[in-house]
Nanobody, 125 residues
Framework: QVQLVESGGGLVQAGGSLRLSCAASGRTFSSYAMGWFRQAPGKEREFVGAISWNGLSTYYTDSAKGRFTISRDNAKNTVYLQMNSLKPEDTAVYYC??????????????????WGQGTQVTVSS
């Protein structure tokens, strides 16, 4: 069992930056890949990016490439989402999730077993 708690959301102006954190409990945290998703009102939860269990590989959706960076510190049981050059369309609740073992598609929500409560990110124009 893994418990996830996101933090770092808030209100920023377009062009600003935020760094989200996802703190995880459990001794097996370091053996799992992690993903970030977001959901805006009236829209489906969409993939933002993911990071492999050892932090050596990252994957991003097209809208995040060049602006967002995912990193992790396994010693602190924490994964981060650094968001730069924020746009109003980035406004959403952001969730971190634990990727299931044996998964094959990084952006498939069904392949993530545990989810945090989410943190609100609002970008004003």
């Amino acid at each position: 069992q893994v418990q996830l708690v996101e933090s770092g959301g808030g209100l920023v102006q377009a062009g600003g930056s935020l760094r989200l954190s996802c703190a995880a409990s459990g001794r097996t945290f370091s053996s799992y890949a992690m993903g970030w998703f977001r959901q805006a009102p009236g829209k489906e939860r969409e993939f933002v990016g993911a990071i492999s269990w050892n932090g050596l590989s990252t994957y991003y959706t097209d809208s995040a490439k060049g602006r967002f960076t995912i990193s992790r510190d396994n010693a602190k049981n924490t994964v981060y989402l650094q968001m730069n050059s924020l746009k109003p369309e980035d406004t959403a609740v952001y969730y971190c999730a634990v990727r299931s073992r044996g998964s094959t598609s990084w952006g498939n929500r069904a392949e993530y077993a545990y989810w945090g409560q989410g943190t609100q990110v609002t970008v004003s124009s």
